[in-house]
């Protein structure tokens, strides 16, 4: 029968606690993983909601522009120039949803 063993904990699935304790740590270590998830989708909702950025790098064929004073009042604006390049990826877009 194979077990588990640490160095730096007393914990041993060898033994009958330490069989059943190997599924409760997993079962916490899934449910921090899935807090860990849902926190960060309600951090981009409200983001969102705040009309914040939610995106490490700029989109092709959009600048970001500051407000100095007021976040809130930041905006994208469209650069014609890039912009183009979006268009064949959007009509296929709408034709598969069509």
């Known amino acids: 029968m194979e077990s588990l063993f640490t160095i730096t904990e007393q914990f041993e699935t060898g033994t009958a606690i330490g069989k ?6 997993g079962a916490t270590a ?22 914040k950025w939610n995106s490490g790098s700029q989109v092709l064929g ?3 522009i500051p407000h100095p004073r007021d976040p809130r009042q930041s905006c994208l604006e469209i650069i014609p120039e890039e912009a183009h390049l979006f268009d064949p990826f959007l009509r296929c877009t709408l034709m598969i949803s069509v």
Request: cysteine-free; charged content about 20%; aromatic content about 10%.
């Open 62 to 64: 959009y600048r970001w």
């Open 20 to 25: 059943f304790a190997l599924p409760m740590l």
């Open 30 to 51: 899934q449910l921090e993983r899935e807090q860990i998830s849902q926190n960060v989708q309600l951090g981009v909702q409200r983001r969102n909601q705040l009309g």
